[in-house]
């Protein structure tokens, strides 16, 4: 069974910087494009991030400049840099996968369950 875990969320000050990481595990065939998606209190999910399969690296307009994914094939991770965070950045970070659950089979949507990142001095 496929699964996403989260992990690297915390307070931050303005400012500072924050790292949050993504593992993949259980059977997995192949991993297509990998996201990051975050959901502030009442606001609803919103797209932050994407890295595809072959590398190309796509941003949100608030994000751009601050914000860096990245992923490591070998170890089926996902990355989140976080510099220079805003208190509008404070949300639940969400991990997103495209995976091949099965050999032979297609594409997947798996979510994580994800982390919590506050920005507050």
């Known amino acids: 069974q496929v699964q996403l875990v989260e992990s690297g969320g915390g307070l931050v000050q303005p400012g500072g910087s924050l790292r949050l990481s993504c593992v993949a595990s259980?059977?997995?065939?192949?991993?297509?494009?990998m996201d990051w998606y975050r959901q502030a209190p009442g606001k609803e999910r919103e797209w932050v991030a994407r890295?595809?399969?072959?590398?190309?690296?796509y941003y949100s307009d608030s994000v751009q400049g601050r914000f860096t994914i990245s992923r490591d094939n070998a170890k089926n991770t996902l990355y989140l840099q976080m510099d220079s965070p805003k208190p509008e950045d404070t949300a639940v970070y969400y991990c997103?996968?495209?995976?091949?659950?099965?050999?032979?089979?297609?594409?997947?949507?798996?979510w994580g369950q994800g982390t919590q990142v506050t920005v507050s001095s």
């Open positions: 890295v595809s399969r072959a590398g190309y690296i």
């Open positions: 259980g059977t997995i065939f192949g991993i297509g494009d």
């Open positions: 997103h996968s495209e995976i091949i659950p099965h050999y032979g089979g297609g594409y997947r949507n798996y």
